[in-house]
């Protein structure tokens, strides 16, 4: 009798992998996301830095010959082309990665960069990459400056309800972004605390999917990246998308859709992936244990008590009312706008590059360079197209490599998509929403 095919392993240029015993410095969760995918696409980009001979030497030890199998059979990693990694003999195969000449000169151009940053502060390579020193005086700051909002908020007073939130905001996106692409510490535990960072716009665990399973590897890929199918009865962010009559208005209806954004992400999206079992259509769910669950959904209960249960438990219901509302509505709105602006305007949809590296580029979109409010406010999102290339390295160094990135790009003629401010960004993105509101001919 043949054996049942597992879904533990994960596969990586189309070989597969049981890292099961495998002690990951990225931790537990890091090895919990590429399980039973295609993980080539996350496997090379958070591994940019790393020795390619101690890579591989340290792989072939978990290669396995049991049956195995994707828990997603359309999951085949075929999106992207890595240049002759077959045809490598083995001795060069364990000491260059399977990337384009154009992604090599980004890799040897950002890795100096940060020996030249290791050898200055005196740390290793990859803790270089990290959150500095200074980085986590601001994250202390904007923690003190949160806590200190939370005695007036329990109290009622009215100015909390709409200073806390702000606060909240700027703290949680300058922490938990980078935590859950593990690029605030080298210590798994310290990331993955620091997701929970996030309570008032996602779940850690939807984030994964949504985010660095799905949206990383796959950006503006159709049907495979989750954030082109959110609310897709309302909103057409793709021409491959079906346009409904709805559409027409999404030119308008975006500003209710952002006010209730993060709520939908914080408690819809958790019930919808776990009835379905995939993310917006696009990205399955990881095996989970009923403890898991158990866990995950006592969590968001909690979430939901303490935003929006709790205010009328200590108030009047006006300001119940007001407490359990206008906080989330405000971090959500501060969530679209440094989001939604990244990958969704006319540049950037519908692009496309079988290059993994190049195709992160081309569905980027880099804005507010030059200004530091814009940076804080969006934690660092605004630097989009550096993050995207490189994920596991902390935001804070991102002003620094985007003349680097922005230099090879030109060199290679590959299309750098720069806007000078939020603003200009922001009006990129009504256009996008006006342009793909329009009936298509055919349609």
Known sequence: ?????????????????????????????????????DATGLFESHHPFTSRRRLETLMAKYETDVPCRLIDPNDTGEEFVWPEYEQKDSLLAT???????????????????????AKRRGVSLIQATKATPYRWAEITVLTLLFLA??????????????????VYWVLGVNTFHDASHFGLSRDWRVNAAWTYVGFYFSSPLEWYHQHVIGHHVYANIPNKDPDLYHNATMERHTHTLRWRPAHKHQNKTWVPIWAIGTYAMNFLKPVQMYISGEYNRSVKMIELTPTRVALHFGGRALVFFVCHVLPFLLFPLWKAILFAVVPVVMVSCSFMLSSQVNHLTHENIDQYSSDFYKHQVLTG?????????????????????????????????????????????AKHGVFFHYTPSLWQAFNKYLAHLTELSVKPAAA
């Open 1 to 37: 009798m043949a054996a049942k095919p597992i879904t533990r392993a994960m596969r990586i240029h189309n070989k597969w992998y049981d890292l099961q015993g495998f002690d990951h410095p990225g931790g537990p969760v890091m090895l919990d996301l590429g399980k039973g995918r």
């Open 95 to 117: 000491t260059d990665a399977p990337i384009s000449d154009f992604a090599r000169e980004l890799r040897d151009r950002v890795r100096a960069y940060f020996q030249a940053e």
């Open 149 to 166: 909002t939370l005695p007036a908020a329990f109290r009622g007073e009215l100015w909390s309800c709409f200073v806390m939130p702000v």
């Open 365 to 409: 979109h880099t804005f507010g360079h030059t200004s530091y409010a814009t940076y804080m406010f969006t934690g660092g999102l605004n630097y989009q197209i550096e993050h995207h290339l490189f994920p596991c390295v902390n935001h804070c160094h991102h002003h620094a490599l985007h003349p680097i990135v922005k230099e090879v790009c």
